[in-house]
């Protein structure tokens, strides 16, 4: 068909790519469904099902139907559906989840290539068909959307131009599933109602494999996620039954899917022990401020055509002058009458935008209500709806980021006005991302007071779950199914259910012989057992939630002046760091330094250049040296008193040790003479003492006294201003303190975003080698001056400890080992806790089992955390005949053994073999890399081997394996429980039928014998035997 022939055909105003572009806002399949349920809603049905018909021919094997009885659609309406971006529903006070005008386009699109809507409305009937299979086959650019309409009574078109139906019937007939008008009706026939919806998506979109992504095979009473599903995910992402029953906060619609009716929940009735808390904040401005800007445009809009008007108006007058003629008269009267109506539209638009203005100052209040659910107690979290929309699901937040079992097994609740947050397009996120993050911490916070309000962790938290049946340690274990405990459970949380023709919702009383109870899906008021509720007239009893507050802990006069002087004292420590160090850019810097100094760094430099080649086979250490080792470095310092070499160039560095050193001139100290020092196994656990690697690295030496007097007066005004910070920081108001906590928070995630630490930018700083092959610093000794004389100072072992105390925030990021369950992963340290004497890490695993925590708090120098294991097998044995040498390496970085020789070859080829054969022996399928390549690889390719991958591939076929074999176990299971509970029907109805047939003989035995008397079975069957004994 020509392309000319479409340009009476309605259009989208779109390009064609728009709408698959459209469609990839939806990641959740199930949040584009929940987009056509929305509208629904929005439309005020009482009822969507949501169905699938078989058709073989069409891609997917089915069609997915969504029918309601809402409003329906006019024509002139329908054809705001093809218009994306326009919506009826925006409006400040709307209730409405939908917005933006775009939830039928992207939902249907996202889960298939065409879709076709039929709506019924004031005896009208309209079809709307939007097909990406026609524009492709077509090669239409722009879209072009089909929209017939006919009349109910006589079902005759309703269009002025007998062509343009023509085209239109004619692209759905060919492109539908519906091939003509006589189908098309009775998709018409399936809206019972006066007015309702039905839209059908077809050619559905696949998998990799080629199967639909929604399988309707498994559950015919559902529709589940297709592929197998990964270990521990939420009912709510796998099955569409169970995310419908939660959707929205408040269910006033039937939802049926597969023609079986969605038990929807109110969330906070499935709770125990709920408990509400009020919480206001004047921080959630975006959304506020962006509808005062556009009622302060709108009035300014509607003043100018307002005052326009009244000019008009005026103009007319004096033109008219003394004409008073009739056709005058009404001209001028008319000016008017639209000056005056504009002007009261403009009055209306201020005032508009002064409620706004106004209510922007004012406190937004939320309800946030928490419970247990002791149901599921690992199915907890913060459900966040928006509109009474859901968005957000299984939020954890405030203790529960922590791991443990506190605040475990709680559900938050909260219901966010359209003007306090605004979701995202695909409505499972919010756009304002740091206001939402201020809202869980909000929620962090209310969570902490609701678990000491309960009282769980007083009474025993483990006491608590076994007195609901959860006996296992796993806590993702579901909870023993035993009687007491189901009516332990049930006894707790009373049954909420709505009715089906009022729509209301009705608490049941608690009754021992229903637990464990299926309702019908027509459950009515009428059946009922408490009377006050067993009609639908009677009104709906709200939810008696107790209110809880929030406590703030009060700080006493001593805690705050406890406080401002550790704030204090922290400013001059940081001060004082700031003082005693310099940094080198040039090296011009270098000369000003002291002699000692500046001889270091270049001997370093020379150092660094000649023993490049030798670093790269130095692995890294375990932990820094002993203190011992450290003063040895620094009382070898005065040998650095010598001119500086010249650089010389890169050479092959020797195993032979270097000669001895002359003898030192100046008085040493007896702990700084220079005696080899033995490292022992404890040296791996020794704290450690050298500073790691640091974004922006600099050369540290300590200033001569006389700096340190100069910088006194500084000192001492310092503490004065940082007196009156603490202060005025006491003084600042809660919102200023919930922007620093939401600064620290960005830096937090800032410093655990950086993979590694950068290169370090000066030559003249120590060498840094690459995460794999450990890092080594360079530790300038310090330098003091005094009466022209030079001596160097010993720093102890106390005052090592304080510097790494003071230096501990510089150990982000630093690559380490911790022992977790009796083995070592590895990892990098992300956060730092100081202490007065110690210093805590907080370590982020690279790769743990799926049973193993993500990360640790662990102490910094304990024996659960060291440094990066060697990367090659040397020998780390000390070398008994080597002589103490002047330091040319750094202090830190521990020579090459020269006595013992690396392992044999033929060790090194077997190691590589047995290699080989392991990774072929769990060899993962679809492994990126061949298989039969493992044999030609080298041990260096061994070594860069992706083995974090190689371990996530394996661990998910693994996964994959097992989860077939459980569904085929779960399956045979279900098939022998069919067997049983059929069995135990058929004996109960045998049972049923003897006991009838018992009374109906001892009925007949008193009508013969009416003196008879028996009172048990057992009776019954010994006088029958009795008298056919005595007839034989």
């Given at each position: 068909?020509?392309?000319?022939?479409?340009?009476?055909?309605n259009r989208a105003q779109l390009t064609f790519e728009y709408l698959h572009t459209n469609s990839t806002t939806h990641e959740f399949l199930f949040g584009a469904l929940a987009e056509l349920v929305d509208n629904s809603r929005d439309a005020n049905a009482t009822r969507i099902d949501i169905y699938t018909e078989k058709r073989p021919d069409l891609r997917g094997g089915f069609m997915l139907c969504f029918l309601d009885d809402g409003t329906g659609m006019d024509p002139s309406e329908a054809t705001h559906v093809i218009q994306f971006g326009k919506s009826s529903k925006r409006f400040p006070e709307s209730t409405h989840i939908g917005q933006y005008g775009n939830g039928l386009k992207s939902g249907s699109m996202r889960i298939g290539k065409d879709f076709i809507l039929f709506t019924k409305k004031d005896d009208k009937l309209t079809c709307l068909f939007l097909s990406r299979t026609f524009h492709e086959e077509e090669g239409l650019d722009e879209v072009i959307v089909p929209l017939p309409s006919w009349d109910l009574k006589t079902q005759q078109p309703l269009t002025q131009d007998p062509e343009k139906y023509a085209?239109?019937?004619?692209?759905?007939?060919?492109?539908?599933?519906?091939?003509?008008?006589?189908?098309?009706?009775?998709?018409?026939?399936?809206?019972?109602?006066?007015?309702?919806?039905?839209?059908?998506?077809?050619?559905?979109?696949?998998?990799?494999?080629?199967?639909?992504?929604?399988?309707?095979?498994?559950?015919?009473?559902?529709?589940?996620?297709?592929?197998?599903?990964?270990?521990?995910?939420?009912?709510?992402?796998?099955?569409?039954?169970?995310?419908?029953?939660?959707?929205?906060?408040?269910?006033?619609?039937?939802?049926?899917?597969?023609?079986?009716?969605?038990?929807?929940?109110?969330?906070?009735?499935?709770?125990?022990?709920?408990?509400?808390?009020?919480?206001?904040?004047?921080?959630?401005?975006?959304?506020?401020?962006?509808?005062?800007?556009?009622?302060?445009?709108?009035?300014?809009?509607?003043?100018?055509?307002?005052?326009?008007?009244?000019?008009?108006?005026?103009?007319?007058?004096?033109?008219?002058?003394?004409?008073?003629?009739?056709?005058?008269?009404?001209?001028?009267?008319?000016?008017?009458?639209?000056?005056?109506?504009?002007?009261?539209?403009?009055?209306?638009?201020?005032?508009?935008?002064?409620?706004?203005?106004?209510?922007?100052?004012?406190?937004?209040?939320?309800?946030?209500?928490?419970?247990?659910?002791?149901?599921?107690?690992?199915?907890?979290?913060?459900?966040?709806?928006?509109?009474?929309?859901?968005?957000?699901?299984?939020?954890?937040?405030?203790?529960?980021?922590?791991?443990?079992?506190?605040?475990?097994?709680?559900?938050?609740?909260?219901?966010?006005?359209?003007?306090?947050?605004?979701?995202?397009?695909?409505?499972?996120?919010?756009?304002?991302?740091?206001?939402?993050?201020?809202?869980?911490?909000?929620?962090?916070?209310?969570?902490?007071?609701?678990?000491?309000?309960?009282?769980?962790?007083?009474?025993?938290?483990?006491?608590?779950?076994?007195?609901?049946?959860?006996?296992?340690?796993?806590?993702?274990?579901?909870?023993?199914?035993?009687?007491?405990?189901?009516?332990?459970?049930?006894?707790?949380?009373?049954?909420?259910?709505?009715?089906?023709?009022?729509?209301?919702?009705?608490?049941?009383?608690?009754?021992?012989?229903?637990?464990?109870?299926?309702?019908?899906?027509?459950?009515?008021?009428?059946?009922?057992?408490?009377?006050?509720?067993?009609?639908?007239?009677?009104?709906?009893?709200?939810?008696?939630?107790?209110?809880?507050?929030?406590?703030?802990?009060?700080?006493?006069?001593?805690?705050?002046?406890?406080?401002?002087?550790?704030?204090?004292?922290?400013?001059?420590?940081?001060?004082?760091?700031?003082?005693?160090?310099?940094?080198?850019?040039?090296?011009?810097?270098?000369?000003?330094?002291?002699?000692?100094?500046?001889?270091?760094?270049?001997?370093?430099?020379?150092?660094?250049?000649?023993?490049?080649?030798?670093?790269?086979?130095?692995?890294?250490?375990?932990?820094?040296?002993?203190?011992?080792?450290?003063?040895?470095?620094?009382?070898?310092?005065?040998?650095?008193?010598?001119?500086?070499?010249?650089?010389?160039?890169?050479?092959?560095?020797?195993?032979?040790?270097?000669?001895?050193?002359?003898?030192?001139?100046?008085?040493?100290?007896?702990?700084?003479?220079?005696?080899?020092?033995?490292?022992?196994?404890?040296?791996?656990?020794?704290?450690?003492?050298?500073?790691?690697?640091?974004?922006?690295?600099?050369?540290?030496?300590?200033?001569?006294?006389?700096?340190?007097?100069?910088?006194?007066?500084?000192?001492?005004?310092?503490?004065?201003?940082?007196?009156?910070?603490?202060?005025?920081?006491?003084?600042?108001?809660?919102?200023?303190?919930?922007?620093?906590?939401?600064?620290?928070?960005?830096?937090?995630?800032?410093?655990?975003?950086?993979?590694?630490?950068?290169?370090?930018?000066?030559?003249?700083?120590?060498?840094?080698?690459?995460?794999?092959?450990?890092?080594?610093?360079?530790?300038?000794?310090?330098?003091?001056?005094?009466?022209?004389?030079?001596?160097?100072?010993?720093?102890?072992?106390?005052?090592?400890?304080?510097?790494?105390?003071?230096?501990?925030?510089?150990?982000?990021?630093?690559?380490?080992?911790?022992?977790?369950?009796?083995?070592?992963?590895?990892?990098?340290?992300?956060?730092?806790?100081?202490?007065?004497?110690?210093?805590?890490?907080?370590?982020?695993?690279?790769?743990?089992?799926?049973?193993?925590?993500?990360?640790?708090?662990?102490?910094?120098?304990?024996?659960?955390?060291?440094?990066?294991?060697?990367?090659?097998?040397?020998?780390?044995?000390?070398?008994?005949?080597?002589?103490?040498?002047?330091?040319?390496?750094?202090?830190?970085?521990?020579?090459?053994?020269?006595?013992?020789?690396?392992?044999?070859?033929?060790?090194?080829?077997?190691?590589?073999?047995?290699?080989?054969?392991?990774?072929?022996?769990?060899?993962?399928?679809?492994?990126?890399?061949?298989?039969?390549?493992?044999?030609?690889?080298?041990?260096?390719?061994?070594?860069?081997?992706?083995?974090?991958?190689?371990?996530?591939?394996?661990?998910?076929?693994?996964?994959?394996?097992?989860?077939?074999?459980?569904?085929?176990?779960?399956?045979?299971?279900?098939?022998?429980?069919?067997?049983?509970?059929?069995?135990?029907?058929?004996?109960?109805?045998?049972?049923?039928?003897?006991?009838?047939?018992?009374?109906?003989?001892?009925?007949?035995?008193?009508?013969?014998?009416?003196?008879?008397?028996?009172?048990?079975?057992?009776?019954?069957?010994?006088?029958?035997?009795?008298?056919?004994?005595?007839?034989?």
């Amino acid at each position: 068909m020509a392309y000319s022939n479409y340009s009476a055909l309605n259009r989208a105003q779109l390009t064609f790519e728009y709408l698959h572009t459209n469609s990839t806002t939806h990641e959740f399949l199930f949040g584009a469904l929940a987009e056509l349920v929305d509208n629904s809603r929005d439309a005020n049905a009482t009822r969507i099902d949501i169905y699938t018909e078989k058709r073989p021919d069409l891609r997917g094997g089915f069609m997915l139907c969504f029918l309601d009885d809402g409003t329906g659609m006019d024509p002139s309406e329908a054809t705001h559906v093809i218009q994306f971006g326009k919506s009826s529903k925006r409006f400040p006070e709307s209730t409405h989840i939908g917005q933006y005008g775009n939830g039928l386009k992207s939902g249907s699109m996202r889960i298939g290539k065409d879709f076709i809507l039929f709506t019924k409305k004031d005896d009208k009937l309209t079809c709307l068909f939007l097909s990406r299979t026609f524009h492709e086959e077509e090669g239409l650019d722009e879209v072009i959307v089909p929209l017939p309409s006919w009349d109910l009574k006589t079902q005759q078109p309703l269009t002025q131009d007998p062509e343009k139906y023509a085209i239109e019937t004619e692209l759905i007939f060919k492109y539908s599933p519906f091939k003509s008008e006589e189908q098309l009706f009775q998709q018409f026939k399936k809206i019972e109602g006066t007015s309702g919806t039905l839209v059908i998506v077809y050619n559905l979109k696949l998998m990799d494999n080629r199967e639909p992504e929604l399988d309707v095979q498994t559950d015919h009473q559902d529709i589940l996620m297709a592929g197998t599903p990964v270990e521990g995910v939420k009912p709510e992402r796998r099955s569409f039954r169970a995310y419908a029953a939660v959707l929205y906060i408040d269910p006033r619609m039937r939802i049926f899917i597969q023609g079986h009716k969605v038990r929807t929940k109110r969330l906070s009735c499935c709770l125990y022990n709920p408990r509400m808390y009020k919480y206001t904040s004047t921080r959630f401005k975006t959304r506020a401020e962006q509808e005062v800007k556009k009622a302060d445009h709108l009035a300014k809009l509607a003043e100018e055509k307002a005052r326009e008007a009244e000019s008009k108006a005026r103009a007319l007058e004096l033109k008219l002058g003394d004409d008073l003629s009739k056709e005058a008269r009404a001209a001028l009267r008319k000016a008017q009458d639209s000056a005056s109506a504009l002007r009261a539209e403009a009055n209306r638009k201020q005032a508009i935008y002064a409620s706004k203005q106004k209510a922007l100052k004012e406190p937004k209040e939320l309800n946030f209500i928490f419970g247990v659910n002791i149901e599921r107690r690992d199915q907890d979290g913060m459900f966040i709806y928006n509109c009474s929309r859901l968005i957000k699901m299984y939020e954890k937040t405030g203790p529960q980021l922590e791991g443990g079992m506190a605040c475990g097994g709680v559900v938050g609740v909260v219901d966010v006005p359209y003007l306090v947050l605004e979701p995202t397009h695909n409505k499972q996120d919010f756009a304002d991302a740091k206001e939402y993050r201020h809202l869980l911490r909000a929620m962090g916070d209310y969570l902490a007071q609701y678990w000491k309000d309960i009282g769980i962790a007083q009474k025993g938290i483990v006491k608590f779950w076994d007195e609901f049946g959860y006996l296992s340690a796993n806590w993702n274990a579901t909870p023993s199914n035993d009687v007491r405990f189901r009516r332990r459970r049930a006894m707790e949380i009373p049954v909420t259910i709505q009715c089906d023709k009022c729509l209301k919702w009705r608490t049941l009383p608690f009754q021992m012989d229903a637990v464990d109870k299926r309702y019908p899906d027509s459950w009515v008021c009428l059946m009922n057992p408490d009377g006050a509720q067993d009609r639908c007239d009677a009104p709906e009893q709200k939810q008696n939630i107790p209110v809880g507050i929030l406590k703030k802990d009060t700080k006493t006069s001593e805690d705050k002046q406890k406080e401002l002087s550790d704030k204090i004292r922290q400013q001059q420590e940081k001060l004082e760091a700031l003082q005693k160090t310099s940094t080198v850019k040039s090296a011009a810097d270098v000369k000003r330094l002291p002699l000692e100094v500046s001889g270091k760094l270049a001997e370093e430099r020379t150092a660094q250049t000649a023993t490049r080649s030798s670093q790269r086979t130095l692995a890294r250490p375990r932990s820094p040296p002993l203190p011992a080792v450290v003063k040895r470095a620094v009382s070898q310092s005065p040998a650095a008193k010598t001119p500086p070499p010249k650089p010389t160039p890169p050479s092959r560095p020797t195993r032979t040790p270097p000669a001895p050193p002359p003898p030192a001139k100046a008085k040493l100290t007896p702990t700084s003479s220079p005696k080899p020092v033995k490292p022992t196994s404890r040296a791996v656990t020794t704290p450690p003492l050298s500073k790691p690697p640091t974004r922006r690295s600099a050369i540290q030496t300590r200033t001569t006294p006389s700096s340190t007097k100069t910088t006194s007066r500084q000192t001492s005004a310092s503490k004065r201003g940082s007196a009156k910070k603490g202060k005025a920081q006491e003084e600042d108001d809660e919102e200023s303190e919930e922007d620093e906590e939401e600064e620290e928070e960005e830096e937090e995630e800032e410093s655990e975003e950086e993979e590694e630490p950068q290169p370090k930018k000066s030559k003249l700083t120590a060498p840094v080698q690459s995460r794999g092959k450990g890092a080594v610093e360079k530790k300038v000794p310090p330098v003091k001056q005094a009466n022209n004389t030079e001596k160097v100072s010993n720093s102890t072992e106390e005052d090592l400890k304080q510097d790494a105390v003071k230096n501990a925030h510089k150990d982000k990021g630093i690559q380490v080992e911790a022992k977790v369950n009796g083995e070592w992963f590895t990892g990098r340290v992300t956060a730092v806790e100081t202490g007065k004497e110690s210093v805590r890490w907080k370590v982020k695993f690279d790769y743990v089992p799926m049973n193993t925590p993500r990360d640790r708090w662990v102490f910094k120098g304990s024996d659960d955390v060291r440094l990066m294991r060697p990367a090659s097998p040397e020998s780390r044995s000390p070398d008994t005949n080597q002589v103490p040498a002047r330091s040319v390496t750094p202090p830190t970085a521990a020579e090459p053994d020269t006595t013992q020789s690396g392992p044999s070859r033929e060790t090194t080829e077997g190691l590589v073999t047995m290699m080989r054969t392991l990774l072929r022996y769990f060899f993962p399928p679809d492994f990126r890399i061949p298989k039969d390549s493992l044999n030609t690889m080298s041990a260096e390719d061994l070594v860069a081997f992706p083995i974090k991958e190689y371990f996530q591939q394996y661990e998910a076929g693994l996964q994959s394996l097992c989860n077939s074999y459980q569904s085929r176990a779960e399956s045979r299971a279900r098939a022998v429980e069919e067997k049983s509970s059929g069995a135990e029907a058929r004996l109960r109805e045998s049972e049923e039928k003897l006991r009838k047939l018992r009374t109906n003989i001892v009925a007949l035995l008193q009508k013969v014998q009416e003196d008879i008397e028996i009172s048990s079975d057992d009776e019954l069957d010994a006088y029958i035997e009795d008298l056919v004994t005595k007839g034989e």
